[in-house]
């Protein structure tokens, strides 16, 4: 039998889908896909990129790869409050491997399928194992959800739980915990969540939000330092899952759940008088403040911040 190439490649795994959205004119199949933008409302647009050995293990099961390389694309449009409309995928592959392309495409085009996403395009090449979508999302015009907009005295809130991911990413580098954690962090790690409708329900009430990739004290700096605001946590105040508080009291760190990313979960302000229209599940960590820097509490001490969690060439 004679190896795929591109075109085959691309006609055997990832055109099975029917298109969905009315503003997908054109999918795959010609130079460029073709989309309506209907009036009223803006194109979200972003781009993300997963390196093997940099962004998942070289054991990583492809299925699980393929809903994760999806869920942070999504999971970035659901920061904005945007409605996912399409992706684009870009692999390049060290070689055709039939089995890793059926099961990474159940991933994610599974997931694309949860939230009606249209692949329409992308591209094949060969090289060193690399990932690359590029997702589109619309929002109502001027209504997008910004990192720039937090306000002095707006509460800080945060959906699920934090350092779940980092810990799962502990378990695979040899950390040792319960099966019943072990399975929980390694979901969470494997098998992210994007927040797609929690960001559409917050669309008139929050005024700054950041999903948690990279880690909370990094991307709540981001919002501080674009919104030019300080910040005060409270360490007590973290949402955490009985599997990271059974790590913390296991070895003390109880840094992890601020500096581990890879959770998704959305942080978030909202001034005072808007509290009461949040109908999601979500957690008050801290307030926004005049003072520029960002200061956690912890037993109602003042901690020192030496790590703000992940950066790439740092």
Avoid at 162 to 176: M, P, T, V, W
Avoid at 216 to 222: E, M, V
Avoid at 254 to 273: M, N, Q, R
Wanted: hydrophobic share 40%; charged share 20%; with cysteine.
């Amino acid at each position: 039998m004679q190896p795929l190439t591109e075109f085959p490649l691309i006609q055997r795994f990832f055109t099975q889908q029917r298109v969905k959205n009315p503003q997908t004119n054109l999918g795959i199949g010609d130079d460029c896909a073709l989309l309506s933008v209907p009036d009223g409302y803006q194109l979200a647009i972003t781009t993300d990129t997963m390196v093997e050995n940099v962004h998942f293990f070289a054991d990583a099961d492809p299925e699980q790869l393929g809903h994760k390389l999806l869920a942070v694309n999504l999971s970035d449009l659901a920061s904005m409050g945007a409605q996912p409309l399409s992706v684009t995928l870009a692999l390049t592959l060290p070689k055709v491997n039939e089995d890793w392309l059926t099961a990474f495409s159940k991933g994610f085009l599974g997931l694309a399928e949860q939230y009606s996403v249209d692949l329409i395009g992308g591209d094949t090449t060969s090289g060193h194992l690399t990932l690359t979508v590029q997702a589109l999302g619309l929002v109502p015009k001027g209504k997008g959800l910004r990192r720039s907009t937090a306000k002095v005295g707006d509460y800080i809130y945060l959906t699920g739980s934090l350092g779940d991911a980092g810990l799962g990413l502990k378990i695979k580098q040899g950390y040792n915990c319960s099966q019943a954690h072990t399975e929980t962090a390694l979901a969470r790690f494997n098998k992210p969540n994007p927040q797609v409708q929690t960001g559409l329900a917050l669309l008139d009430i929050a005024n700054a939000c950041i999903d948690i990739s990279d880690g909370l004290l990094a991307d709540l700096g981001h919002i501080l330092e674009q919104s030019q605001v300080g910040a005060s946590l409270h360490w007590e105040s973290l949402p955490l899952s009985e599997a990271v508080k059974s790590y913390i009291n296991e070895t003390g760190d109880w840094s992890l759940p601020l500096i581990a990313g890879d959770d998704y979960e959305l942080c978030f302000t909202v001034s005072p008088e808007k509290v009461k229209l949040l109908t999601i599940p979500c957690t008050k960590i801290g307030v926004i403040e005049a003072l520029s820097g960002l200061r956690l509490y912890k037993s109602g001490q003042l901690q020192s911040l030496t790590s703000k969690g992940y950066e790439h060439f740092s």
